[in-house]
Nanobody, 120 residues
Framework: QVQLVESGGGLVQPGGSLRLSCVTS????????MGWYRQAPGKERELVAG???????NYADSVKGRFTISRDNAKNTVYLQMNSLKPEDTAVYYC??????????????WGQGTQVTVSS
């Protein structure tokens, strides 16, 4: 009933840029916070960046100054602009949304993930 679909991943050289997008669709009443997480092989999933409905943002220390999260409430879409990419940014990136659907209960929903590979 609720779907999150990511796009924009791929292979990029160190120092390059990518822009991830995540569109949320379905029986949505309101989207509270949205965010991007990542999981590298052999590591736990970690928060990369989050944004609330009033555009308050937070970032992992490792990406501050390089990544920018933004959202378009009219389109139920969240973006992650990633600049100055490093090999250690290589991971599967997941979109997350905390929202209230027609069930009237807030819940977390996840996208399927998009691979980002930073390599020369």
């Amino acid at each position: 009933q609720v779907q999150l679909v990511e796009s924009g991943g791929g292979l990029v050289q160190p120092g390059g840029s990518l822009r991830l997008s995540c569109v949320t669709s379905g029986r949505i009443l309101i989207i509270n916070s949205m965010g991007w997480y990542r999981q590298a092989p052999g590591k736990e999933r970690e928060l990369v960046a989050g944004i609330t409905r009033d555009d308050t943002t937070n970032y992992a220390d490792s990406v501050k100054g390089r990544f920018t999260i933004s959202r378009d409430n009219a389109k139920n879409t969240v973006y992650l602009q990633m600049n100055s990419l490093k090999p250690e940014d290589t991971a599967v990136y997941y979109c997350n949304a905390n929202l209230i659907s027609t069930t009237l209960r807030p819940a977390d929903y996840w996208g399927q993930g998009t691979q980002v590979t930073v390599s020369s």
